[in-house]
Structure formats: C-alpha cells, structure tokens
T-cell receptor, first 116, second 113 residues
Framework: DTEVTQTPKHLVMGMTNKKSLKCEQH?????MYWYKQKAKKPPELMFV???????INESVPSRFSPECPNSSLLNLHLHALQPEDSALYLC???????????????FGPGTRLTVL | KNQVEQSPQSLIILEGKNCTLQ??????????LRWYKQDTGRGPVSLTI?????NTKSNGRYTATLDADTKQSSLHITASQLSDSASYIC????????????FGIGTKLQVIP
C-alpha cells in the first residue's frame, strides 16, 4: 500500500468555524508533513512530524494546529481562519533513514479548503 | 540561498511530440533531486529520484538527467500523451537537513490533440 489518504476532499468553512483535516498512511513512514499550496505555486511546508513529534513548524499562525495521534495519522485543526487561508492542503509521508535522511515523499490527493 | 528554478514556466505541445523540461538549482550540499508530476487539484506523484552519482534515470516515457557539476537536471518526455498534461515540479533535498526540501515553481505542460 503506497497510498496517503486525506479527508475531506473539499471543505468550505466560515471564519468562525472549527474544522479538522485528516491524513492517514500505512506504509510505516515515521515522517509526516503538512503543506499548503496556492494556485500556480509550489507547495509550502507548514509542519513536519518525526516519530510522532513535531520537529518543524515553519512559523505557521496558531489558527493552524497540527496533531499526530499515532504513527499512521496526522491531523490539522483549523480555527478562526481567514479567506487568504483558502488553498490546497497536502499531506505527505516518507521514510527516515539511518542517518536521518528521508526518502521520497508520498503525497496525498489534498484537501481543497475554501474559507468564506 | 537554496533555490530551484524551472523553465519554461509553461509549455504547449502536440500529442505525440517530445519535450524537455529544465531545472537549475543552487541547493547545497546536494543530496538528491526528484521530479514530481502534479495534476490540477491533486497531490504530486514522484516520477524519478536522482542522487549525486546518477546521470540518467528512466521511468517509462520519462527520462531524467542530472549534471551535478553544473547543478542542472532535465526531464524528457517522449511521445507525449494527453494524460501528460500536468505541472512538473523539480524538488531538491539538501544533505543533513533531512526534513526540508526546496520546490521549484513547476512547469505547466499542456498536451493538445
């Protein structure tokens, strides 16, 4: 199974709503990532989890709150978002090598988020 | 500064024709370079991964080359098909900084009948 799944596929929310994005992989990968991608732009790294611990936070606003409940799941909790947060949110996972290096990142299909 | 530049930004070719996409990088120290294909509204899918010692790698109709001396890579698509229409993204990883990679802006390819 070389698949990363994400739910929901599409999400529309108001600025006062609280919602969560979910990501799941069963490849035994111990590094998981959240990216944000605006139209016609490359993905921008938001968070990295290694062995279920947050290892990188790219100065993301606190209205985005990641959570890694176990080695297969990664969540992104959303609260009080702004219209400019509308984007495609991508989850990815990868192996962690013996020297800490990672192999190919496998991406999920993404969640298309629209904030009204 | 670690950067990845791709050219052209967009490209339109006729079905059945070949094309070559370019990627130049300044990421150092270099670990590996990947080419991803991303369909609109979908997550990127890995096509090839190349390390320092590899010059050429093929995946079906896709052939990637790497010149680590000049820090250039290319992705050649042979006998293009309509399904090749997508963005092609070059991604370079630094050695040591294992969790962070640098994405190029991508080349948007459109194959027309």
């Amino acid at each position: 199974d070389t698949e990363v799944t994400q739910t929901p596929k599409h999400l529309v929310m108001g600025m006062t709503n609280k919602k969560s994005l979910k990501c799941e992989q069963h490849m035994g990968h111990r590094a998981m990532y959240w990216y944000k991608q605006k139209a016609k732009k490359p993905p921008e790294l938001m968070f990295v989890y290694s062995y279920e611990k947050l290892s990188i936070n790219e100065s993301v606003p606190s209205r985005f709150s990641p959570e890694c409940p176990n080695s297969s799941l990664l969540n992104l909790h959303l609260h009080a978002l702004q219209p400019e947060d509308s984007a495609l949110y991508l989850c990815a996972s990868s192996q962690i090598g013996r020297q800490g290096g990672t192999d190919t990142q496998y991406f999920g299909p993404g969640t298309r988020l629209t904030v009204l | 500064k670690n950067q990845v530049e791709q050219s052209p930004q967009s490209l339109i070719i006729l079905e059945g024709k070949n094309c070559t996409l370019q990627c130049n990088y300044t990421v150092s120290p270099f670990s590996n370079l990947r080419w991803y294909k991303q369909d609109t509204g979908r997550g990127p899918v890995s096509l090839t991964i190349m390390t320092f010692s590899e010059n050429t790698k093929s995946n079906g109709r896709y052939t990637a080359t790497l010149d680590a001396d000049t820090k250039q890579s290319s992705l050649h698509i042979t006998a293009s098909q309509l399904s090749d229409s997508a963005s092609y993204i070059c991604v370079v990883r630094r050695s040591g900084g294992y969790q962070k990679v640098t994405f190029g802006i991508g080349t948007k390819l459109q194959v027309i009948p």
